[in-house]
């Protein structure tokens, strides 16, 4: 069977940088480093890159939706296209579905769509479940109506009906109930993260919380008596904090000073994106609420941030001009770090035997090209 290699481009594999490499795959890498090290192999598809840059493909574990469509909406088919889209358009190799506070018949269909898309489409591995186990004081843009106290029986019942995709799961960790309901998510590798939350620091000192959804936003906000959740999670080393890297849910200045107290070992990107994003502006939807999508902005009626219209491509160039972090660094936020903590041992570094996840990009950081599992996809 031939290979394809990719020649002379400087290569960020995730845990070296390779000045002027090259990479032999087919579904998986089978060689990567220097040029002069290269040995051809009769069948080689050899392709000379000189003047571009490969980095691994994106990891994003929190993104609802994209290019119409959204995770809750529980279409088979429509995921498959949106978690592809974000593929071709963004870079983005592995995906984590990302639901919303809804009614519980409303997020077990969409546990069941989600499983059937990741049936068809191996990008999708996995599921974030954004509450409803979250506090009405930080809803955000979640409908209050349907908040609810943790409760391991609709978990359990949720991640049986995705096929055990449940990887990632947002809470508040003040309620009462939060103690069982940690033990079963860490027993069944659900990984706990706060958010939309109210948790004072005494309260997450005793959670088993280990990562922080869209740090900042929707949370108890650091402050000089009480650090709250965003200082908790930039005080602890054990957390993983994600960033929404847009420039309006963070203001570039506090996203650097998050940079400079986690990190780029401790920092994940994510796009938090709606179905609004690679639209037209105008008017949206989100968990059954309007919204409005206006110079890159998606809120509700009322002003809230709803979600993104982020793709993780500009993600990964604006942490780099808003925080002065290296290429390297972004490449750690971008897909390292999401596969370590999530244990996706196949993706985030481009080594002999992973999956051949990787971006193309040229002097500008533009997308040139992606390619998932060695298939080679263009923007569209």
Not at 164 to 178: M, R
Request: aromatic share 8%; with cysteine.
């Amino acid at each position: 069977m031939s290979a394809k290699v990719l020649k002379h481009a400087k290569i960020y594999t995730g845990d070296q940088v390779i000045e002027d490499g090259y990479i032999r795959f087919d579904k998986q890498v089978l060689a990567v480093g220097p040029v002069f090290e290269y040995k051809a192999e009769a069948d080689d598809e050899i392709q000379n890159v000189q003047g571009t840059t490969i980095i691994p493909g994106f990891i994003d574990v929190h993104a609802h939706g994209g290019y119409g469509y959204d995770a809750m909406d529980g279409d088979p088919d429509q995921i498959d296209t949106m978690a592809t889209k974000m593929m071709r358009n963004e870079g983005v190799t592995t995906l984590f579905a990302t639901t919303m506070t809804q009614s519980n018949d409303n997020i077990a269909h969409a546990m069941k769509g989600v499983k059937a898309a990741a049936a068809k489409n191996p990008i999708i591995k996995g599921v974030h479940l954004e509450g409803p186990f979250i506090s009405p004081v930080y809803k955000g843009a979640q409908p209050e109506q349907y908040i609810k106290d943790p409760n391991v029986k609709l978990l359990g019942e949720w991640n049986e009906l995705s096929g055990g995709l449940v990887k990632l799961i947002t809470y508040a960790p003040e309620d009462p109930g939060s103690a069982a309901f940690e033990n079963y998510c860490i027993a069944n590798g659900i990984v706990p993260s706060v958010g939309h939350s109210n948790a004072t620091r005494e309260q997450l000192l005793n959670s088993k919380a280990t990562h922080v959804t869209h740090l900042y936003n929707a949370q108890r906000e650091f402050k000089h008596r009480q650090p709250g959740v965003t200082g908790h999670a930039m005080l602890e080393d054990n957390m993983h904090a994600e960033l929404i890297c847009d420039g309006f849910h963070i203001v570039p200045d506090m996203i650097r000073l998050a940079f400079d107290q986690k990190g780029a070992d401790r920092i994940e990107l994510v796009t938090d994106s709606m179905r609004s994003k690679g639209m037209p502006e105008g008017e949206s939807e989100l968990g059954g609420q309007k919204v409005f999508v206006k110079d890159k902005q998606a809120r509700l009626a009322d002003g809230t941030l709803a979600g993104s219209v982020l793709q993780f491509i500009d993600a990964f160039k604006n942490i780099q001009s808003f925080t002065g972090c290296s290429m390297y660094e972004a490449v750690l936020m971008s897909s390292v770090n999401q596969a370590e903590e999530f244990h996706l041992d196949h993706k985030g570094i481009l080594e002999v035997g992973r999956d051949a996840d990787m971006n193309l990009i040229d002097q500008d950081m533009n997308l040139k090209a992606t390619y998932s599992y060695g298939n080679e996809n263009h923007p569209e």
